[in-house]
């Protein structure tokens, strides 16, 4: 996509899906839904979860996952062009070599993909299923330079996933996500505020960036965090704070909508670095005690 003069404010939606383990088809139609209800709303991009077609880590994507491009994507391709607007989202990809990726994809509002992305911050559980991703992009949009990662690529010891996305120029970070807790956790023990709200605003606060996470709501079945839960939570954060945030809830699947600017960023290489240290962000040890 060539260069173009940005838009200064953006229409996003928030895709808090429910998943079911092992149920492309299912998840895949309630993805549609909420993707018809994000264009009503006037949305210009919507945010959907990590691995929408199979759910995080079930054993079935093994036999069952498809390629990219293949079915389940460009179904997605197709409604963007439908629909005119903006995805991202997270699906499990198979290589012809049979090997498997956790992958997201941006697809612009023509039904192009424009990024797709393997995560590279795989945790311990789901390496037997997925291989390491070794390429970051950033591409152009109407809204600036958008990058994606995935979940776990923003935590606390990855956070420099997220740097590097907005040293290359960065201005939207989205990352399809799927949080997950025991089954007795609930909003009262808060357990995503060390471990997302505060990396996600040290990235958006740094680089003067909006990050925004979707997550899935809905019991996990199958794979090697059957039982636990995905409580939904999901989070819109600019250098300004949280601007968006849905509810914690397993059974929560809506859309959350927000209109919001985008952060504009002219710095660049060692003028963004003097302006990173102006604005104390170095001394990170000091940072995270904060």
Partial sequence: MSKQENKTRIKLAMGQLLLEGGEPERNLERAKKMIVKAKDYGADLIVLPETIDFTWTHPSAFEEALPIPGNYSDRLCKWAKDFAIYICVGLTEKRADGKLFNTALLIDDKGEILIKYHKINLIEVEQPYYEVGDILRVVDSPWGKIGI??????????????????????????????????HGISEIDNPYRDKWVTPLSYIASMYESLVVSTTSVGYIVGGPYEGKKMV?????????????QGQFNEFAGEVIYLETDVPQ?????????????????????DHWKK
């Fill in 232 to 244: 939904g939570c999901s989070l819109a954060v600019s250098d300004k704070g949280i601007i968006g």
């Fill in 149 to 182: 990662n995935i979940c776990a690529d923003n935590y606390r010891e990855s956070v420099h996933i997220g740097k590097t996305l907005g040293a290359m120029g960065a201005r939207i970070i989205l990352s399809p996500s799927s949080w997950t807790v025991n």
């Fill in 265 to 285: 960023q002219n710095a660049v290489g060692a003028l963004l670095n003097e302006k990173i240290i102006a604005n104390g962000f170095v001394k990170e040890v």
